[in-house]
């Protein structure tokens, strides 16, 4: 749960629901100057002023060492389905998405993924919500409706990062996997050479696997829809950091984030080197 936090780690619902960051009401961290901080609350009420637990949402742990969380849940929903559709290209697919999103239907999550063959490939949608809306949203929307029992573990590996498109980077050990976010209302990205994304959260989250060196044409791919690029796992068996895998964007921002760190953190024990070269 803490890695969860530390990572920022949304699942597939994340374009629906919204971040985990919007469910952490408090935490309880060691900073580097080994002292005990508790911010926000257990229940909402409690909550105020400046929220300093939702930094700690995507920090990866360069701030402190996380030690308790609070955080807010949701019902289960009483209705469910997935939906495939086939032979579905990027463009495709995201124009479906585009176009349901506009739409009074019980989106929950969504992948797209590149079968390999021409630029085909599949979507998945899922659909949560009271059973009467998810039932109509299906008789509108079409595609093969698939069984739930059967496509929840899919599901999970989405979210774990463990599908077979993820599993493939080892067969090229220098390959990272890139995470960019974008505006889900952006069009297909011109993407280095072999690269093919994995789509998700209607199309405001692109997974890409390519060398280290692409970094600069990947950069320059999201900020022309106005997004942003992180390395979520570095190339090699290690996993480990290649430099800053924080993706900022100005001075400004960069200054904001090493008073942050210095702050918590002023001897750079935490994760060194995540968040910026050299800090």
């Not at 949402?57 to 495939?84: D, F, I, M, N, Q």
Request: with cysteine.
């Amino acid at each position: 749960m803490g890695g969860m936090v530390a990572a920022g780690l949304s699942g597939p619902a994340r374009a629906s629901v919204g971040a985990v960051r919007d469910y952490l009401l408090g935490v309880t961290l060691l900073n580097g100057r080994a002292e005990l901080l508790t911010f926000g609350g257990q229940v909402m009420k409690n909550v105020a002023g400046y929220d300093v637990s939702r930094l700690m949402a995507g920090a990866w742990g360069t701030l402190g060492l996380l030690t308790e969380v609070s955080l807010k849940v949701l019902p289960v929903p009483p209705g469910e389905a997935t939906l495939r559709f086939d032979d579905c290209n990027q463009a495709d697919a995201l124009r479906k998405l585009h176009a349901w999103g506009g739409q009074p239907l019980p989106l929950n999550a969504s992948c797209w993924v590149n079968d390999g063959t021409a630029g085909a490939g599949t979507l998945y949608v899922r659909l949560r919500g009271a059973v009467a809306a998810v039932e109509a949203a299906c008789r509108s929307m079409g595609g093969t409706r698939l069984d739930n029992a059967t496509v929840a573990p899919d599901w999970a590996a989405c979210r774990e990062q463990t599908l077979p498109w993820f599993a493939a980077r080892a067969q090229h050990p220098d390959h990272a996997l890139w995470r960019l976010s974008v505006p889900a209302t952006a069009p297909v990205l011109t993407l280095p050479a072999g690269a093919q994304p994995l789509v998700e959260w209607h199309g405001a989250l692109r997974w890409v696997q390519a060398p280290e060196s692409a970094g600069d044409a990947l950069r320059a791919a999201a900020d022309a829809v106005g997004g942003s690029t992180s390395v979520f796992v570095a190339a090699g068996a290690s996993g480990t950091s290649a430099g800053g895998q924080f993706d900022l964007k100005s001075p400004a921002l960069e200054q904001i984030h090493a008073r942050l760190k210095r702050s918590f953190d002023p001897a750079g024990i935490f994760n060194p080197g995540r968040m910026a070269p050299g800090w």
